[in-house]
């Protein structure tokens, strides 16, 4: 049990009064007593709650079909693991499926309750892990999706980000120091130019930045801070600048802050512990509303929240770099590209909504062992990536029958189509959004034409796991009315910006009704994108 949970006083919400009389990590140890139970016989709150702990989500509009998430840091798997989770998901027929989420990470559906000891057998020994996916807990630890192939990375993120999982979640086995959080937190590290980890919308980011006159000493403050060869130089060195505090949810939505900090690479892990002791430690926790991150630095102010974090550190943060290194548009890193690597490739395709079954994922596998490394990249766009193919295969791989349902090259509003799960899985869900998302953008492409992608996100309801504030077309479920009826229906919002200049679109049009709006979005693609009718567009032909 964490301090947090000990010193809690006054009056608790009912999260933290389960919390505080049980761990969720506790029932890592009880997962075969719960498999001989059943789901209908368990604890409804082991059930309901702290299986989450494990990566494990019951959903009562599925009731004894559970999802597992997994934790996937970089986004990156290996073809074993991904055989692995496709003999999972094949278990369990049509009730199987797995999604690409937008956080680089991948969700199981159809799990039952019964065979969870087999599957975390399976997991270990592949080296996989859903520990500390859900709840109050930090999130799969993005990064960015060509780390270690892109010719222009300032940074591979990859090794910085799996050392910050293993640090949070013991290396996979569970860290109960950090498993009683205020609320979820997201983590991302990027050392790209393009932002390919949406750093705006995680409660801590690390963006790329070089800091002039850093020496061997800080700058500002004095203080020895490294002793790498790097900061023996009087160039520029490169580190991070630390933005905080941006999250979705239902009440607020807000773009992180910078703190008016910069660190070398060899401190980041250290900051993410000291920052989460913080909020683990003095966050708010009786309103679960009000409990993220940004509401503590709200009630602090910054400046105290920046010295707290520091007396966690054990020694002052250097002040931010005057800018950071985020000056490309955001990719999507569909289609074929060269690796910095001479004569190898990395291919991202387009998988629409995210969604997989069993044999699209043995494919993928198969692909990445015969033409790749073995290897296989998720992106926060909901795609995968099969890197490392030399040129001398590439057109075999291009000819390739999964392409044929996985794009190299989609159409403008397929390829930059987002959705969360949606009604069918979710009990949080106002709307049905992956297969109306799916039909309605098909829809719109038998009746305009466009020269540019237009990237619409759906999201379900208003936690905003399809994150519509970042889109240039966000669309959040709620119930409209129609004719004096309740009926599915959609808030618009628009103006989000992604890449250089993030920033969070803002809502323009509530409750129109799902049937209703295809022609709304056909307007609106019209008037703000440059889309043609496609009848206009043959006559100018």
Same mark, same amino acid.
């Given at each position: 049990m964490t301090d947090a949970a000990t010193t809690i006083t006054g009056s608790l919400n009912r999260f933290e009064k389960f919390k505080a009389e049980k761990d969720g990590l506790a029932v890592k140890a009880e997962i075969e007593k719960f498999a001989s139970l059943g789901w209908e016989a368990m604890d409804e709150t082991d059930r309901d709650h702290r299986l989450k702990w494990v990566g494990v989500f019951f959903r009562p509009v599925t009731p004894g079909k559970f999802m597992m998430r997994m934790r996937t840091p970089n986004g990156i798997l290996t073809s074993h693991q991904m055989r692995v989770l496709a003999e999972v998901v094949q278990r369990y027929g049509d009730d199987g499926s797995a999604d690409i989420t937008t956080r680089q990470?991948?969700? =199981?559906? $159809?799990?039952?309750?019964?065979?969870?000891?087999?599957?975390?057998?399976?997991?270990?020994?592949?080296? @996989?892990?859903?520990?500390?996916?859900?709840?109050?807990?930090?999130?799969?630890?993005?990064?960015?999706?060509?780390?270690?192939?892109?010719?222009? *990375?300032?940074?591979?993120?990859?090794?910085?980000?799996?050392?910050?999982?293993?640090?949070?979640?013991?290396?996979?086995?569970?860290?109960?120091?950090?498993?009683?959080?205020?609320?979820?937190?997201?983590?991302?590290?990027?050392?790209?130019?393009?932002?390919?980890?949406?750093?705006?919308?995680?409660?801590?980011?690390?963006?790329?930045?070089?800091?002039?006159?850093?020496?061997?000493?800080?700058?500002?403050? $004095?203080?020895?801070?490294?002793?790498?060869?790097?900061?023996?130089?009087?160039?520029?060195?490169?580190?991070?600048?630390?933005?905080?505090?941006?999250?979705?949810?239902?009440?607020?939505?807000?773009?992180?802050?910078?703190?008016?900090?910069?660190?070398?690479?060899?401190?980041?892990?250290?900051?993410?512990?000291?920052?989460? *002791? /913080?909020?683990?430690?003095?966050?708010?926790r009786a309103n679960r509303l009000k409990s993220r991150l940004m509401w503590l630095i709200d009630e602090w102010g910054l400046e105290k929240f920046r010295s707290e974090v520091e007396q966690r550190l054990g020694k002052p943060l250097i002040s931010a770099a005057p800018k950071d290194e985020i000056d490309w548009e955001k990719r999507d890193h569909i289609g074929v590209y060269k690796q910095k690597q001479p004569g190898l490739n990395y291919v991202? =395709?387009?998988?629409? /909504? $995210?969604?997989?079954?069993? *044999?699209?994922?043995?494919?993928?596998?198969?692909?990445?062992?015969?033409?790749?490394?073995?290897?296989?990249?998720?992106?926060? *766009?909901?795609?995968?990536?099969?890197?490392?193919?030399?040129?001398?295969?590439?057109? @075999?791989?291009?000819?390739?029958?999964?392409?044929?349902?996985?794009?190299?090259?989609?159409?403008?509003?397929?390829?930059?189509?987002?959705? +969360?799960?949606?009604?069918q899985f979710c009990n949080f869900a106002l709307i049905e959004t992956k297969n109306r998302a799916l039909a309605t953008i098909k829809a719109l492409e038998e009746q305009v034409e466009l020269t540019r992608p237009v990237r619409?996100?759906?999201?379900?309801?208003?936690?905003? +796991?399809?994150?519509?504030?970042?889109?240039?077309?966000?669309?959040?479920?709620?119930?409209?009315?129609?004719? $004096?009826?309740?009926?599915?229906?959609?808030?618009?919002?628009?103006?989000?910006?992604?890449?250089?200049?993030?920033?969070?679109?803002?809502?323009?049009?509530k409750g129109v009704p799902c049937e209703d709006l295809q022609p709304v979005l056909q307007d609106l693609l019209i008037k703000h994108f440059g889309a043609k009718p496609k009848q206009e567009a043959l006559v100018i032909h």
């Open positions: 990470n991948i969700q =199981l559906r $159809g799990i039952r309750i019964e065979d969870l000891p087999e599957i975390f057998r399976k997991f270990h020994s592949v080296g @996989l892990t859903s520990v500390q996916s859900g709840m109050d807990n930090v999130r799969n630890i993005t990064g960015d999706p060509v780390a270690g192939l892109d010719a222009n *990375e300032l940074f591979d993120t990859r090794e910085l980000v799996q050392q910050v999982q293993d640090m949070l979640t013991n290396k996979g086995e569970g860290n109960p120091e950090f498993t009683n959080l205020p609320r979820k937190f997201n983590i991302a590290i990027t050392g790209g130019r393009d932002n390919s980890v949406h750093a705006e919308i995680n409660d801590l980011a690390f963006v790329p930045a070089f800091k002039e006159g850093i020496g061997d000493r800080g700058l500002e403050t $004095g203080k020895e801070f490294s002793r790498s060869p790097l900061a023996n130089s009087q160039s520029p060195v490169f580190g991070f600048n630390i933005l905080v505090g941006g999250f979705f949810s239902a009440k607020r939505c807000e773009a992180a802050i910078p703190l008016n900090a910069w660190v070398p690479p060899e401190d980041v892990v250290a900051v993410c512990r000291a920052v989460l *002791e /913080v909020f683990r430690d003095r966050g708010l991202g =395709l387009h998988v629409p /909504v $995210g969604r997989l079954t069993a *044999e699209d994922m043995f494919e993928i596998a198969r692909l990445a062992d015969v033409y790749g490394s073995g290897e296989i990249r998720l992106t926060v *766009e909901q795609n995968a990536i099969i890197p490392n193919i030399p040129d001398s295969r590439l057109a @075999l791989f291009l000819a390739e029958s999964l392409l044929e349902k996985f794009s190299v090259d989609p159409q403008p509003l397929a390829r930059s189509l987002v959705s +969360c799960t949606g009604a619409i996100h759906w999201t379900g309801c208003p936690n905003s +796991c399809g994150q519509p504030q970042v889109a240039d077309i966000g669309l959040m479920g709620t119930k409209a009315r129609k004719n $004096g009826k309740a009926v599915e229906g959609v808030d618009i919002y628009m103006g989000g910006k992604v890449g250089k200049d993030a920033h969070l679109g803002t809502c323009v049009q």
